[in-house]
């Protein structure tokens, strides 16, 4: 992940994968190659930093039953930031049987994750919502 295009022109760090995939951290030091006019984070910058994440997550976590996509992301920049951030992904053994549940009668589970961008000082710089689509494959439909 540390050498997708995306991530290393915007100097996104993956610090961290689970091997089972429930936790992901992430990181992004300010640089003058990914700061906007006003020497702070580029919201673009922000914004990738947690786009691939929880899809990656349950993809890996789910099943090959399930067909997984990203299906809507919003983000509200709260405070400018500055230095380093960082965004921390959970996705534990409850919520996926949740999504299995949601998605076991056939029709397609919209679920909300919240993350926060924190800064150095543990404070919130952005918080994106992102809705993940899961869904039972046809073919292991009853």
């Given at each position: 992940?540390?050498?997708?295009?995306?991530?290393?022109?915007?100097?996104?760090?993956?610090?961290?994968?689970?091997?089972?995939?429930?936790?992901?951290?992430?990181?992004?030091r300010?640089?003058?190659?990914?700061?906007?006019?006003?020497?702070?984070?580029?919201?673009?910058?922000?914004?990738?930093?947690?786009?691939?994440?929880?899809?990656?997550?349950?993809?890996?976590?789910?099943?090959?039953?399930?067909?997984?996509?990203?299906?809507?992301?919003?983000?509200?920049?709260?405070?400018?930031?500055?230095?380093?951030?960082?965004?921390?992904?959970?996705?534990?053994?409850?919520?996926i049987?949740?999504?299995?549940?949601?998605?076991?009668?056939?029709?397609a589970?919209?679920?909300?994750?919240?993350?926060?961008?924190?800064?150095?000082?543990?404070?919130?710089?952005?918080?994106?919502?992102?809705?993940?689509?899961?869904?039972?494959?046809?073919?292991?439909?009853?």
């Open positions: 992940m540390n050498i997708w295009p995306p991530f290393l022109g915007a100097g996104i760090r993956v610090t961290h994968i689970a091997e089972d995939y429930s936790e992901v951290r992430v990181r992004m300010l640089h003058w190659y990914n700061r906007n006019y006003v020497k702070t984070h580029f919201g673009g910058s922000l914004f990738a930093m947690v786009d691939p994440f929880y899809m990656l997550m349950y993809i890996n976590r789910i099943g090959k039953e399930y067909v997984v996509w990203d299906k809507a992301a919003s983000i509200d920049f709260l405070r400018p930031g500055r230095g380093t951030v960082r965004a921390r992904f959970v996705l534990g053994d409850e919520m049987e949740n999504a299995r549940e949601l998605a076991s009668a056939g029709s589970a919209v679920i909300d994750h919240a993350v926060d961008i924190l800064d150095d000082d543990q404070r919130v710089v952005a918080r994106s919502l992102r809705k993940v689509y899961v869904r039972l494959k046809d073919r292991h439909r009853t």
